[in-house]
């Protein structure tokens, strides 16, 4: 779950991380208008969630409000990395005297916490990391261990930061590592905190949430005006579209499908405890996706019900506007209820994976 920069800042600033004075427009008429109260130079900052604006010309800067309305019109009617902004950021414009580079995120390869910061920020950031990547310091921190400030205030003082700055640019790491943690980030950062002669303040801010525990975070759902997808969906270049209730048991799935000879179309995770519409949904999205000939699905009964998953197999057959071949492995929690219901819609079903998935190779052949 991605944020744009003013909810990430919003957010870091209720968790003792300053950023700059900053109001939000979705018109250019009321961009003007913030410029004027603020009395100051400003940076317009396109609100989108893709990196790389500011190369892409995402960012402007307005010495005075005259100069707001017609930079706001450019912003407000562009395009960055194909997302349209639909509104921008109307931020003070900092006197900087350095930039600084910080971010904490989840290191799969090292199953840990990451630290990576710079005494060098700002759009340079990625050339850095390949040309100078010694200036680069990185810190993991063990996922059993407690991580504590006067660890931060090591970083920054291997930054290479002046001494004077090592307290407070370590206060912000270690403020940076609790919001991470609060949060069950997937990434946060802050690139560049910048130094003015007002103090230090995260001039950007990066915040993704781990989908799988938004739902311990509804307050940062209702902040963003997002709502969780409820399911993960990925296209793929085959023709029999693969679901299942976890990502292990639909990559297992479509393995067997590899197996026998097929080529999937689709990975379908409808995740755990999946309800009837869910299932529903799902199944009408693969058999509305036009490459899909056959549809694979693949239930193993945990929290998910085999017979909520009969239901919402029924319900999408006879909603569905193509009539696409279903195989059907079911089995777990309350699946004779699940494989009656199926039974008495004249839908068959298998309970070995393996069986399932050379049924959906063998029908899909028999279709060519």
């Known amino acids: 779950?991605?944020?744009?920069?003013?909810?990430?800042?919003?957010?870091?600033?209720?968790n003792g991380i300053e950023t700059l004075e900053g109001h939000v427009a979705y018109d250019s008429e009321h961009a003007v208008e913030i410029a004027t109260n603020m009395c100051c130079a400003v940076a317009l900052k396109s609100q989108v969630l893709v990196g790389g604006r500011g190369k892409a010309g995402g960012i402007k800067f307005a010495n005075h409000p005259g100069e707001v309305y017609s930079l706001s019109e450019e912003l407000l009617s562009s395009k960055i990395k194909g997302e349209s902004v639909k509104h921008i950021l109307v931020e003070k414009k900092a006197n900087i005297l350095n930039e600084y580079y910080v971010s904490v995120a989840t290191d799969r390869t090292s199953k840990k916490t990451i630290i990576?910061?710079?005494?060098?920020?700002?759009?340079?950031?990625?050339?850095?990391?390949?040309?100078?990547?010694?200036?680069?310091?990185?810190?993991?921190?063990?996922?059993?261990?407690?991580?504590?400030?006067?660890?931060?205030?090591e970083i920054a003082c291997k930054m290479g930061v002046e001494s004077e700055l090592i307290s407070k640019i370590g206060a912000v790491i270690y403020k940076l590592v609790n919001l991470y943690k609060k949060y069950d980030c997937d990434i946060v950062e802050i690139n560049p905190?910048?130094?003015?002669?007002?103090?230090?303040?995260?001039?950007?801010?990066?915040?993704?949430?781990?989908?799988?525990?938004?739902?311990?975070?509804?307050?940062?759902?209702?902040?963003?005006?997002?709502?969780?997808?409820?399911?993960?969906?990925?296209?793929?270049?085959?023709?029999?579209?693969?679901?299942?209730?976890?990502?292990?048991?639909?990559?297992?799935?479509?393995?067997?499908?590899?197996?026998?000879?097929?080529?999937?179309?689709?990975?379908?995770?409808i995740g755990g405890g999946s309800s009837e519409e869910t299932i529903k949904k799902a199944l009408n999205l693969v058999l509305n996706y036009p490459p899909v000939k056959v549809v694979f699905l693949n239930v193993l009964g945990g929290i998910t019900r085999a017979d909520d998953v009969a239901r919402g197999v029924v319900d999408a057959i006879k909603s569905a506007n193509r009539e696409i071949p279903i195989v059907i492995r079911l089995t777990g929690t309350n699946e004779e209820e699940g494989q009656r219901i199926l039974e008495e819609a004249g839908i068959p079903f298998e309970v070995s994976m393996e069986k399932a998935a050379q049924k959906a190779v063998e029908i899909c052949n028999s279709l060519d």
């Open 1 to 14: 779950m991605k944020f744009f920069e003013h909810i990430a800042k919003k957010i870091f600033r209720e």
């Open 116 to 153: 990576m910061a710079s005494a060098e920020g700002g759009v340079e950031i990625e050339n850095l990391a390949k040309n100078n990547p010694d200036k680069i310091i990185k810190y993991y921190i063990n996922p059993l261990d407690e991580f504590l400030p006067y660890e931060a205030r």
């Open 193 to 269: 905190l910048v130094l003015t002669p007002e103090g230090i303040f995260a001039a950007d801010a990066k915040l993704i949430v781990e989908d799988d525990a938004s739902f311990r975070h509804k307050d940062l759902i209702e902040l963003s005006g997002t709502k969780p997808k409820d399911f993960g969906f990925v296209k793929l270049d085959g023709d029999i579209a693969v679901l299942g209730n976890g990502a292990g048991l639909t990559l297992t799935g479509m393995d067997m499908i590899n197996l026998y000879g097929g080529k999937p179309a689709t990975f379908l995770d």
